[in-house]
């Protein structure tokens, strides 16, 4: 996944379903894909093809965008979004907490009544020696300016992988049978704090009310 800045994978069943999911909406409905690794393009655009042939779907309705995602998909979204229009925007990128273009893409009016999926890396914003000035986990989810959030409460491996989704629908369901909670429960709130922290860090909250009550 190195150097991949997706807003779609690229993988079959997950082009397929995004595409069945786009052709039951009634028209008209608009799909974009950012990508700019030149391996995943051609894998990308093979499986788009087999999808909306078997499903029907009008491929003029969708959008295959070569590039980076934060310099490519603010025009999409200002020429195809109005700030009525309901939608999912998915972000699966490595380079999530270092692309203030990203960011900004998060100030659009237009993505009001849009929800936003975030597959990210949550160790690699807690890397303390970069070049460059990174974003926290807790920037890129203020970035959207969502107003509700929720997590699953287990990550993968050692990059700490997760989702962090938001909505400004205050009837969204949480997806329960996804393993995902509400941030701001006492669970999301956890999961949120071991995202944030590294375990050195932890640890060390943890030990100063022991070492207060042996000083005193």
Same mark, same amino acid.
């Not at 190195?2 to 595409?19: E, I």
């Not at 270092?98 to 929800?115: F, K, S, W």
């Not at 107003?147 to 938001?166: E, M």
């Given at each position: 996944?190195?150097?991949?800045?997706?807003?779609?994978?690229?993988?079959?069943?997950?082009?397929?379903?995004?595409?069945?999911?786009?052709?039951?909406?009634?028209?008209?409905?608009?799909?974009?894909?950012?990508?700019?690794?030149?391996?995943?393009?051609?894998?990308?655009?093979?499986?788009?093809?087999?999808?909306?042939?078997?499903?029907?779907?009008?491929?003029?309705?969708?959008?295959? !965008? $070569?590039?980076? #995602?934060?310099?490519?998909?603010?025009?999409?979204?200002?020429?195809?979004?109005?700030?009525?229009?309901?939608?999912?925007?998915?972000?699966?990128?490595?380079?999530?907490?270092?692309?203030?273009?990203? !960011?900004?893409?998060?100030?659009?009016? $237009?993505?009001?009544?849009?929800?936003?999926?975030?597959? !990210? %890396?949550?160790?690699?914003?807690?890397? %303390?020696?970069?070049?460059?000035?990174?974003?926290?986990?807790? $920037? #890129?989810?203020?970035?959207?300016?969502?107003?509700?959030?929720?997590? %699953?409460?287990?990550?993968?491996?050692?990059?700490?992988?997760?989702?962090?989704?938001?909505?400004?629908?205050?009837?969204?369901?949480?997806?329960?049978?996804?393993?995902?909670?509400?941030? $701001?429960?006492?669970?999301?709130?956890?999961?949120?704090?071991?995202?944030?922290?590294?375990?050195?860090?932890?640890?060390?909250?943890?030990?100063? %009310?022991?070492?207060?009550?042996?000083?005193?």
């Amino acid at each position: 996944m190195s150097g991949a800045n997706r807003w779609f994978r690229a993988r079959r069943g997950n082009v397929a379903s995004t595409a069945r999911r786009s052709s039951a909406v009634s028209p008209p409905y608009q799909l974009a894909l950012v990508e700019q690794h030149p391996a995943v393009l051609d894998q990308l655009k093979s499986n788009l093809v087999t999808a909306c042939t078997h499903l029907g779907v009008d491929q003029h309705r969708i959008s295959v !965008l $070569e590039g980076p #995602v934060g310099d490519l998909a603010m025009p999409w979204i200002r020429t195809n979004v109005q700030p009525w229009m309901n939608g999912l925007m998915l972000i699966d990128m490595n380079e999530v907490f270092d692309d203030r273009g990203l !960011l900004a893409i998060g100030e659009l009016p $237009e993505l009001n009544h849009v929800d936003v999926a975030l597959h !990210l %890396p949550a160790a690699m914003g807690k890397w %303390p020696h970069r070049k460059q000035a990174q974003a926290t986990i807790d $920037e #890129v989810r203020a970035a959207f300016h969502k107003q509700h959030w929720q997590l %699953p409460l287990k990550h993968r491996g050692n990059y700490q992988w997760t989702w962090l989704y938001g909505t400004n629908f205050a009837d969204m369901r949480t997806l329960k049978e996804r393993g995902f909670v509400n941030a $701001e429960s006492a669970e999301g709130l956890a999961q949120l704090d071991v995202l944030r922290t590294t375990k050195k860090e932890r640890d060390r909250r943890y030990q100063l %009310p022991l070492e207060m009550n042996f000083d005193g």
